[in-house]
């Protein structure tokens, strides 16, 4: 079993950066492919951004060349660093590992 804790959402205006973590605990990390997820109000939760546990990644179209996934596996933590952020980023952003998910984090981008 695996938990998982979001953190680093946060207002932040249009252009600006935000960097999320996800700290997981109770199952071993390195070997788990990890991935964030948005979900905005009234539409379906949907991928951000995926990397294996082997460091490839993999990222939705709207998001390519801003938003860059990592992980640190000594810390069993993923990132998703957030630039160029848009007001369509604004979404609650959760973090994945197979069934387990995290509670999320409000990313709110103002215009």
């Known amino acids: 079993q695996v938990q998982l804790v979001e953190s680093g959402g946060g207002l932040v205006q249009a252009g600006g950066s935000l960097r999320l973590a996800c700290a997981a605990s109770g199952s071993p990390f390195s070997i788990l492919a990890m991935g964030w997820y948005r979900q905005a109000p009234g539409k379906q939760r949907e991928l951000v951004a995926g990397?294996?546990?082997?460091?490839?990644?993999n990222y939705a179209g709207s998001v390519k060349g801003r938003f860059t996934i990592s992980r640190d596996n000594a810390k069993n933590t993923v990132y998703l660093q957030m630039n160029s952020l848009k007001p369509e980023d604004t979404a609650v952003y959760y973090c994945r590992s197979l069934a387990c998910w995290g509670q999320g984090t409000q990313v709110t981008v103002s215009s």
């Open positions: 990397i294996s546990s082997g460091g490839s990644s």
